[in-house]
């Protein structure tokens, strides 16, 4: 083979890759728009953990980031009507045990029932029937160790994310059956309605799960049938969002600071005043 026809093989290989991947880049491009909160053909209701109408059951997925995260979720949900907001989904990291066990002293205190055997909690157990009421515990590898460098931190996002999705698929995304009894409940049925939400406050860990979610709503999941991403800035921050908190600005669904100095700096931001 001489230059020439080495030039022409080439310059052949560059212009038909670019045939298929730009094509493929815009639809991916167009997917992806279309599942973050700004452009989701669904209406996304303005949120409170509180305000979930009666008769109204909510899936609730909780990711427990370990330390002084885990306490602020645990004060944040310790409110929330475990009659209302169940099943509850516990997404902890794979060697935090210190978070598995301060939810087993909550949950335990109201009375309720883990649906996750100790030799089940690491294996991700496999789906448990959505109207049953308790909570679960789930693995998840975490995304950044502390002090880890940034140039290996793709590497660990991956494989959490890798777990992430399937995870999400199982535990948060509802049922055609579960929409249909919400459609059913507006038209007058004695139905009741159930929601899916994601709370989440940090650290790393959570983008692969918010990843998941954008991930399955790209997959063509419908909105209905996703849940819905809220994160919580913590009570620390005043005047700058957290790294966690800068990923998933304009992933989430309703994004909730403590603090009205942050909502006048980033426009998306729901200042709902001191919850933890």
């Given amino acids: 083979m001489n230059t020439h026809d080495a030039y022409n093989l080439v310059l052949a290989a560059i212009v038909t890759s670019t045939l298929i991947a730009l094509p493929l880049a815009i639809i991916i491009a167009i ?69 598995v066990e301060k939810v087993h ?26 109207g049953q009421e308790g909570y679960t515990i789930n693995r998840i590898p975490r995304s950044r160790h502390v002090g880890q460098s940034f140039l290996t931190t793709p590497f660990t996002l991956l494989k959490s994310l890798s777990v992430a999705m399937p995870l999400i698929k199982r535990l ?16 007058g049925s004695t139905m009741r309605e159930r929601k ?25 999941v419908p909105d209905a049938q996703t849940p819905e991403l809220v994160f919580v800035e913590s009570f620390a921050r005043v005047g700058t969002l957290s790294l966690a908190g800068k990923l998933l ?10 603090w009205p100095g942050l909502q006048k700096r980033y426009p998306r931001a729901e200042y709902i005043g001191v919850l933890v």
Avoid at 106 to 118: D, F, M, V
Avoid at 208 to 218: E, P, S
Avoid at 249 to 258: A, E, K, M, R, S
């Fill in 196 to 220: 899916s939400v994601l709370l989440m406050n940090g650290p790393g860990t959570c983008f692969a799960l918010a990843l998941a979610v954008i991930g399955t709503r790209m997959a063509g």
């Fill in 105 to 130: 002293r909550l949950e335990t205190s109201r009375g309720q029932t883990c649906l996750t055997s100790p030799t089940d909690q690491k294996a991700n157990p496999r789906s448990r029937a959505i």
């Fill in 31 to 99: 997917r992806l728009r279309t599942a973050l909160p700004q452009h989701r053909s669904s209406q996304v209701h303005p949120t409170s953990l509180s305000s979930v109408e009666p008769g109204t059951k909510c899936t609730t997925t909780i990711f427990l980031g370990s330390g002084g995260h885990t306490a602020e979720m645990l004060q944040l949900i310790s409110g929330l009507d475990p009659q209302k907001y169940f099943p509850r989904h516990y997404v902890v990291g794979w060697d935090d045990e210190a978070s």
């Fill in 172 to 187: 948060t995304c509802l049922s055609q059956k579960d929409v249909s009894q919400g459609s059913a409940r507006v038209t």
């Fill in 249 to 258: 600005y304009p992933l989430c669904d309703h994004f909730l600071v403590q």
